[in-house]
């Protein structure tokens, strides 16, 4: 008899069902670190969780924040940015109750040797004022003239009267930066890119 006509012996349930067991658990341990991988170096889902980017974002939003662009150039001007508190946000944060780690999200405003302010109703970048069709209303406050240092950011909410923004903790480092807001999947009604104002 020739060996190829051999039976081979049947292997054996219990080691076919370990061996499943076992491609199973890889499989799953390669999707999980790549969901990782892609979720610290790529992209992240965010919630919005208050109204301080009304009308642009309302509470609930569900968007995407990619985190590839920044690490080719810094944010730009009216960019919609996710970025860690820094030290005085930190601060009072702490002192009212909140994790002193939750992400923020705001509009960038000012860029690192640009003189800002707040004035009549209006936000000037290096005295000239900056036309915001996606603002709630008007700032009802004086702010400046400042000028924004090196390696950080002038970011404001387009809330601009309710919102814990630059005008009340500061410039923020670019450091602290997580990303840029840049799609809405949720709610399905106003699913799409999310616009960066009059850049």
Do not use: C
Request: proline letters at 9%; hydrophobic letters at 40%; charged letters at 25%.
């Amino acid at each position: 008899m020739d060996i190829n006509e051999k039976e081979l012996p049947e292997t054996p349930r219990w080691v076919r069902f370990g061996n499943q067991v076992r491609e199973n658990v890889q499989i799953l341990a390669i999707a999980l670190s790549l969901a990782l991988l892609i979720r610290i170096f790529v992209a992240e889902p965010r919630y919005i969780p208050s109204d301080s980017m009304l009308p642009t974002l309302q509470v609930g939003d569900r968007l995407i924040v990619e985190k590839i662009s920044y690490r080719f150039h810094p944010p730009a001007k009216g960019d919609i940015i996710v970025f860690e508190p820094p030290a005085p946000l930190q601060t009072q944060l702490q002192l009212q109750g909140y994790a002193k780690d939750q992400a923020f999200i705001k509009r960038t405003i000012g860029e690192p040797g640009e003189q800002v302010s707040v004035k009549n109703g209006k936000v000037y970048i290096n005295e000239k004022p900056l036309e915001e069709k996606y603002i709630a209303e008007p700032p009802n406050y004086q702010w400046g003239q400042k000028e924004v240092p090196d390696n950080e950011l002038f970011v404001m909410g387009d809330n601009r009267n309710n919102s814990n923004d630059s005008h009340i903790w500061g410039f923020l480092p670019k450091q602290n930066v997580i990303g840029k807001a840049f799609f809405r999947f949720w709610p399905l009604n106003r699913i799409g890119f999310l616009v960066i104002g009059n850049w």
